[in-house]
């Protein structure tokens, strides 16, 4: 297995390049590194690598990693979360998470905004638009996205910074293309600055779409062990 210093210099690359190719500038895109399956020492490896941003996508999966890092106290780490969210999880969600990628329902957006700790600053929420509905339940419509947005920007322990979205393996360029559209409202009216699209098979593609933030597993981990992975219940 390649060192995760290796891969993440390889990632940075190909970013770079998309940037280029698509003539943005190359401070812009955000790298989350999306460590589900893999342990909290790989989480260290890549830390002490540079690397910042994390992403999980069960509740009690980061929990534990987030626990089994406490002592080593590494500086500056930031968790995302990027699977389902259910309501009975939205304390400690609101409780442990900077980012919350995968708001689909007002109902959760306020538990977490209710639950979200004083002491904490607001939580960074982005709305999950579904563009292959066919492939995954979760997100709300595209065109149900402003909606949801009106109604999230009120709350106010949760601070709104998007979309994410999760186009299908293989999806044609239209479908990033009307994610970045819905985004581009959200900007304009609430001065959102994520859009979170791009996987490790996919971040050309999404780049070139306007992506502000990638998120990459395997590009940086290497294949996940799937008998690690948690019960395949939502978070
Ligand atoms: C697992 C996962 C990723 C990372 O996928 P890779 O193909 O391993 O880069 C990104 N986003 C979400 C929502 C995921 O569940």
Same mark, same amino acid.
């Given at each position: 297995?390649?060192?995760?210093?290796?891969?993440?210099?390889?990632?940075?690359?190909?970013?770079? #390049?998309?940037?280029?190719?698509?003539?943005?500038?190359?401070?812009?895109?955000?790298?989350?590194?999306?460590?589900?399956?893999?342990?909290?020492?790989?989480?260290?490896?890549?830390?002490?690598?540079?690397?910042?941003?994390?992403?999980?996508?069960?509740?009690?999966?980061?929990?534990?990693?987030?626990?089994?890092?406490?002592?080593?106290?590494?500086?500056?780490? &930031?968790?995302?979360?990027?699977?389902?969210?259910?309501?009975?999880?939205?304390?400690?969600?609101?409780?442990?998470?900077?980012?919350?990628?995968?708001?689909?329902?007002?109902?959760?957006? #306020?538990?977490?905004?209710?639950?979200?700790?004083?002491?904490?600053?607001?939580?960074?929420?982005?709305?999950?638009?579904?563009?292959?509905?066919?492939?995954?339940?979760?997100?709300?419509?595209?065109?149900?996205?402003?909606?949801?947005?009106? &109604?999230?920007?009120?709350?106010?322990?949760?601070?709104?910074?998007?979309?994410?979205?999760?186009? &299908?393996?293989?999806?044609?360029?239209?479908?990033?293309?009307?994610?970045?559209?819905?985004?581009?409202?959200?900007?304009?009216?609430?001065?959102?600055?994520?859009?979170?699209?791009?996987?490790?098979?996919?971040?050309?593609?999404?780049?070139?779409?306007?992506?502000?933030?990638?998120?990459?597993?395997?590009?940086?981990?290497?294949? #996940?062990?799937?008998?690690?992975?948690? &019960?395949?219940?939502?978070?």
């Amino acid at each position: 297995m390649a060192a995760i210093a290796d891969n993440l210099q390889a990632v940075r690359e190909r970013i770079d #390049r998309a940037m280029k190719a698509a003539r943005r500038e190359p401070a812009r895109v955000a790298l989350l590194a999306v460590s589900k399956t893999h342990s909290s020492a790989r989480i260290a490896e890549a830390h002490a690598a540079g690397q910042r941003a994390f992403g999980e996508n069960y509740v009690q999966e980061a929990l534990d990693k987030m626990q089994a890092l406490q002592p080593v106290a590494l500086v500056g780490l &930031e968790w995302h979360l990027i699977g389902p969210l259910q309501s009975n999880k939205t304390r400690i969600a609101a409780e442990h998470f900077d980012w919350v990628q995968t708001i689909d329902r007002e109902k959760i957006a #306020r538990r977490l905004s209710e639950q979200r700790p004083a002491a904490l600053a607001p939580i960074n929420v982005l709305i999950q638009a579904n563009v292959s509905a066919e492939v995954t339940k979760s997100g709300v419509a595209l065109a149900d996205v402003d909606a949801l947005a009106a &109604e999230v920007a009120k709350l106010p322990r949760l601070r709104l910074r998007g979309v994410m979205a999760i186009p &299908e393996p293989g999806a044609p360029v239209e479908r990033y293309r009307a994610v970045r559209q819905v985004y581009a409202q959200l900007a304009e009216r609430y001065g959102c600055d994520t859009l979170s699209m791009g996987m490790s098979d996919d971040l050309e593609i999404a780049i070139a779409e306007g992506a502000t933030l990638v998120r990459i597993g395997t590009a940086l981990f290497g294949p #996940r062990d799937v008998s690690r992975r948690a &019960e395949k219940t939502a978070a």
